[in-house]
């Protein structure tokens, strides 16, 4: 298995965020960016602060259990 770089090894600069539109435009959701094939998760509140790196496999598995509602119980947080 092949380490994943470095948050810090990213040019965080170039960036292009997303932002859920379910944010309601206060700061108040992650963001979420791919470059060089890894996918970023950022914190849009603190966007300074590096972001977290995953594989797109990583990814992908995490967004399929949210579509499949297997992580629902964060909705009532």
């Given at each position: 298995?092949?380490?994943?770089?470095?948050?810090?090894?990213?040019?965080?600069?170039?960036?292009?965020?997303?932002v859920s539109q379910y944010s309601?435009?206060?700061?108040?959701?992650?963001?979420?960016?791919?470059?060089?094939?890894?996918?970023l998760i950022g914190d849009s509140q603190n966007p300074?602060?590096?972001?977290?790196?995953?594989?797109?496999?990583?990814?992908?598995?995490?967004?399929?259990?949210?579509?499949?509602?297997?992580?629902?119980?964060?909705?009532?947080?």
């Amino acid at each position: 298995m092949t380490s994943k770089p470095d948050p810090s090894s990213f040019d965080l600069a170039s960036i292009e965020w997303t932002v859920s539109q379910y944010s309601g435009g206060g700061g108040n959701c992650v963001q979420v960016a791919v470059q060089d094939g890894y996918v970023l998760i950022g914190d849009s509140q603190n966007p300074g602060r590096l972001p977290q790196v995953f594989t797109p496999a990583e990814a992908k598995a995490w967004l399929l259990g949210a579509k499949d509602t297997d992580f629902d119980f964060l909705l009532d947080l």
